[in-house]
């Protein structure tokens, strides 16, 4: 049992995304010439590769398309690809289940949700058709069904897999895995329902000592400290983390408090003056017109650095597409962020989307955007030199 891997998890399923180790430099990506990597599928397809040749050269095009903002035309591709590989999963689970899980992400960035939802499945359908034993992989590919439910507020699904997931870890040998799904579930619970039993089920693992116990009492601090976080109880949640770092467990930059912030809706025109954040204000029959915001080219790439302390500086935007007037409240959030504390600072590079799921229209079958927009993510660091020197400063921006 690793304490690593259960930090790791934890981070992911409490945080925005997984953080990198202290001490990880990062790089931002300049100067994409999609055109080479359209010509290396091009050749690959033309002498037949085999499907884990055809899986790569298709990623690497479609993450270089991604990077430029062309969302549609990477989604494309790996569909293209998907196509024509998906009936090799049992050859070739892995890379089969790289592009499913390709497409899933673009397709939640793009706003189509049920198709994302149905790509995430389709990950561990296709480690399933190669490599029956369940393994690491399919552990991993289960617990991003179950964030992916969670996300699109499928709770019973969320959870569902959660239980799955214990079972096959358990079955498996690997007890460590099956902590994490509880802690997970016990998390989604309280997301859920606040004043509901997670939070005092946490505590009474968090006070376990016996040495078998130790990996479930670290993990129950780690979500105990987010959620003293988002109930304003920044003393107790520091108390708990700086236990747990005296434990040693681990270097990991984790994130411990993110600001909530609310979307801002500038492009929206209304035909009476309501509140676009209350979307019932938006039910046929109230005499307003459906009023969808242009998700068109919506991203930005945000650079900046975890100083020691934890806190964030030198942020900025380094690519974006067109419009970037509903990131402001986001850009603000990123800035109050707290992570945990680390001997040296470290970087990150992350793309955030502003885009919202397709649903039918009333009355017609022509799919529209929801008026309820969100921002979709994805953990671009990379292993390599800084963008610039690290900030000498030693308080937040």
């Not at 990506?29 to 085999?50: E, K, M, N, S």
């Amino acid at each position: 049992m690793q304490i690593e891997l259960l930090l790791a998890a934890l981070g992911a399923a409490t945080a925005a995304a997984p953080q990198p180790e202290a001490g990880e430099q990062n790089v931002v990506v300049t100067g994409i010439r999609t055109q080479d990597y359209r010509d290396r599928l091009a050749a690959c397809l033309a002498r037949r590769c085999p499907t884990d040749e055809d899986a790569d050269a298709t990623l690497a095009l479609a993450e270089a398309l991604f990077l430029t903002g062309e969302y549609g035309e990477a989604r494309q591709t790996v569909r293209e690809s998907i196509g024509r590989n998906r009936r090799r999963a049992a050859d070739y689970p892995e890379p089969v289940s790289d592009l499913f899980r390709a497409h899933s992400r673009l397709s939640r960035h793009l706003g189509f949700d049920d198709q994302a939802a149905r790509s995430a499945n389709d990950i561990l359908r296709a480690l399933q058709a190669g490599l029956p034993q369940e393994d690491h992989r399919h552990f991993t590919a289960r617990l991003e069904i179950a964030d992916l439910q969670m996300t699109m507020a499928r709770y019973p699904g969320a959870r569902r897999q959660l239980a799955e997931l214990a079972q096959a870890a358990r079955r498996a040998g690997r007890e460590d895995v099956a902590i994490i799904a509880e802690l997970r579930a016990l998390w989604f619970s309280y997301v859920v329902a606040p004043s509901g039993t997670a939070k005092s089920r946490l505590t009474g693992m968090a006070r376990l000592t016996a040495p078998d116990e130790r990996i479930r009492s670290i993990g129950a601090r780690m979500v105990l400290a987010r959620i003293y976080r988002a109930e304003g109880d920044a003393a107790g949640a520091e108390a708990l983390l700086a236990e747990v770092g005296r434990s040693g467990s681990s270097a990991r930059r984790r994130l411990i408090h993110s600001p909530a912030y609310q979307l801002s809706q500038q492009e929206v025109r209304f035909e009476q003056d309501q509140d676009i954040a209350d979307p019932a204000t938006y039910r046929v029959g109230t005499g307003l017109r459906s009023v969808t915001e242009n998700y068109e080219d919506k991203w930005i790439d945000v650079g900046f650095w975890i100083l020691p302390d934890g806190h964030v500086s030198g942020l900025e935007v380094v690519r974006q597409g067109s419009g970037t007037a509903w990131a402001g409240p986001l850009i603000d959030s990123i800035r109050g962020r707290v992570y945990s504390t680390a001997g040296e600072p470290s970087y990150r590079l992350e793309r955030y989307t502003f885009t919202a799921d397709y649903r039918d229209g009333t009355g017609s079958h022509i799919r529209r955007r929801s008026p309820r927009g969100r921002i979709e993510f994805l953990d671009l660091t990379t292993p390599d030199a800084p963008p610039a020197p690290a900030p000498i400063q030693a308080s937040p921006s």
